[in-house]
Structure formats: structure tokens, C-alpha cells
């Protein structure tokens, strides 16, 4: 393995288990010396991670099958097993407990990175709630679940870690978003999070730019037990409504071979070295199985401009459909869920 990241420190959030914990063991193999970061010690699981809020089926326990339950535990875990086992490959690392959502816990974070190792050179804030469910199902339980751990938390670390970054003229942040943040449906408290995250990611990166920091944000694919639990709750909610759906087969090896082991996304460690000094403000997909992809910075597609007296309904009549919504689908059209 290369020694890409030879002397830097990182902290990864929510690295005890999942995406969070294959980036911290990659991080630590390039030569990272490693803060692993989650709620708390592992506690005793029955059917889906207590990351993952199912809101289209409040009250009923969703049970894995033999297959899901041991993909389940293969990246199941929590931030001193990570933390232990980087030690055990021959790295550095320590573990701490904090909930991102707390801001004053957040800073005993970035502190102890500092204090056991010297300095903070990388940030990935992976941690986060999951939900699944319709947005009529969604509750303010719900929606401050799947918000604020995807975006007070990055926020949070931000606060902290950027005057350290700042001050020493370097450092990377990664932010985990997802590719909800265009819009899935289903997911819409856990778009909206990650949409925002996207925002703050390309708001925050060109304010640091001079000061020799990076901010990118990156949509993970791959295994853990959140996607294992997305599935259970997917395929429970079919069976509790007497769904049957017909499986493409072509789409499912995609996404199978998308959540392969989160230690196999490279580009993350390749961000965060100092090669990658250039690139800040962006935002990929990033799949356990080797893709990669680089988003297009929104912009108009189209627009109408009107000068002196403000638009009549006729005129705007005239010119909606010639000149602004121009190749306009409905989004029943733009969609293929």
C-alpha cells in the first residue's frame, strides 16, 4: 500500500461501522494516523442498524434474512474495533465517543485529535441518520433524525476544525452527501440534508480556498449496514402490502457491485492527500466498486428576461413555453422511479 498519506491525521465521524469505517481503515493503510469517531459502543442489534429510520412502517420490526444479517455484521462494529483494528495492521490510531450533534462535543473531538497526535490534517464527516418513507409518513422525529447528524454534525466539525486548518494554511474536509441530494423520492428528509450538505461543502470551500484548505463532498456507495437495512425495509414493505415487483436483473448486479467493501473507494484517500490541492468545491460518486463520478455545478438552463414594466400574464404566456421551459418534461418524465 502506498504511504500517499505518510504523517497527516484524520478524524472520520461515524467510522465505527459501514462506509465510515472502510474509509478510516483505507485512510489508515495509505499511512493516516486515524481518529475513529462514533455515538457510542456498539450495542445489541435485532434487525436494522440504529442508524437507519424506516418512516413508511412506524411500528413494525422488520426481520434480516440469513444472507442480510451476515452481510449486516461484516461491516457492523463501532469505533474501538475500528480503531483496534488498525492497530492490529500495523497503523496509529485512537478511538473517540461524541455525538456530532452536540457542538461541544464536537470540539473535544477535533481536540483530541490534536492532543494524541499533534495536529488535524483531515476531516471526513461520514456520520449520519438514515430513513426510508414516504413524506406523508414523515414525522419532526424523522426529520430531525435524518437532519441533524447528516447536517448539524458536518456543520459542527466544520466550526472546529477549519480555525485549526486555517491557522496551519492546509488541510482536507471531506463531507459525506449522497446521490439523494438530486431529488429521490422516498428519502426526501435525507435528500433535503444532503442537499444542504452539497450547498455548505461549495459555500464554505471558496471562502478557504486562500488559505490552502479543500472542502469536497463525496455520495458513497457501498457496503454497510445501512444499505443492508434499506433493503430489508424495502422488500418488508412489499411483503406487507402484498407488492410484487419484477426484478431487473441488470440493475441489481449495478448495484451490487456499486456497494462492494467501502476499503476500495482509493480517490478518498487521493483527495485527501496533498496531490489533490487543486480540487475543492466539488462534489463525486464514489462506489465500492470503483466507479467514479464528478457532478456539473448547477447552473440556468434557461431564462427569460423582461425590461421596464413587469410581465402581464399574457406576456408570460407567450414566452413560457417558446423561450424558458424549452424541451420541458414533466417530472414523470425525468424520473425512473
Not at 424495502?234 to 448486479?253: A, C, G, P, W, Y
Not at 466498486?289 to 413587469?310: M, R, W
Request: charged letters at 20%.
Amino acid at each position: 500500500m502506498s504511504k500517499l498519506l505518510e504523517g497527516k491525521v484524520a478524524i472520520v465521524t461515524g467510522s465505527g461501522q459501514g462506509v465510515g469505517r472502510g474509509i478510516a481503515l483505507m485512510l489508515a493503510r495509505h499511512g493516516a494516523r486515524v481518529v475513529t469517531n462514533d455515538l457510542a459502543p456498539r450495542r445489541a442489534t435485532k434487525a436494522v442498524a440504529a442508524s437507519f429510520r424506516a418512516t413508511a412502517l412506524q411500528g413494525t420490526e422488520l426481520t434480516l434474512t440469513q444472507e442480510e444479517a451476515e452481510r449486516f455484521e461484516a461491516t457492523a462494529g463501532d469505533a474501538e474495533s475500528v480503531a483496534a483494528q488498525i492497530i492490529a495492521e500495523g497503523g496509529e490510531a485512537i478511538h473517540h465517543y461524541a455525538d456530532v450533534t452536540n457542538h461541544e462535543a464536537t470540539g473535544h473531538l477535533i481536540q483530541a485529535a490534536i492532543r494524541e497526535f499533534g495536529r488535524l490534517d483531515i476531516l471526513i464527516n461520514n456520520a449520519a441518520g438514515m430513513g426510508f418513507g414516504p413524506f406523508l409518513s414523515l414525522t419532526p422525529e424523522d426529520w430531525r433524525f435524518q437532519v441533524e447528524a447528516k447536517l448539524t454534525g458536518t456543520y459542527n466539525c466544520m466550526s472546529h476544525a477549519l480555525p485549526v486548518m486555517v491557522k496551519q494554511e492546509s488541510g482536507r474536509i471531506l463531507n459525506a452527501s449522497s446521490d439523494a441530494w438530486t431529488g429521490i423520492p422516498m428519502v426526501s428528509a435525507y435528500a433535503a440534508a444532503n442537499a444542504a450538505v452539497v450547498a455548505l461543502t461549495k459555500s464554505a470551500a471558496k471562502e478557504v480556498a486562500r488559505y490552502g484548505v479543500t472542502i469536497n463532498a463525496y455520495c458513497p456507495q457501498a457496503a454497510s449496514p445501512g444499505h443492508v437495512s434499506f433493503n430489508a425495509t424495502f422488500r418488508s414493505m412489499l411483503q406487507q402490502q402484498d407488492i410484487h415487483l419484477k426484478v431487473n436483473d441488470e440493475r441489481t448486479r449495478r448495484s451490487e457491485k456499486a456497494h462492494g467493501p467501502a476499503e476500495n473507494m482509493t480517490f478518498l484517500a487521493y483527495l485527501a492527500s496533498d496531490e489533490a490541492a487543486h480540487i475543492s468545491g466539488s462534489v463525486f460518486s464514489v462506489t465500492g466498486g470503483g466507479d467514479i463520478a464528478l457532478y456539473a455545478d448547477p447552473q440556468h438552463a434557461t431564462s427569460i428576461v423582461k425590461d421596464g414594466e413587469p410581465w402581464t400574464i399574457e406576456e408570460f404566456r407567450k414566452s413560457l413555453h417558446q423561450e424558458l421551459l424549452t424541451d420541458y418534461r414533466p417530472i414523470s418524465e425525468r424520473s425512473e422511479f
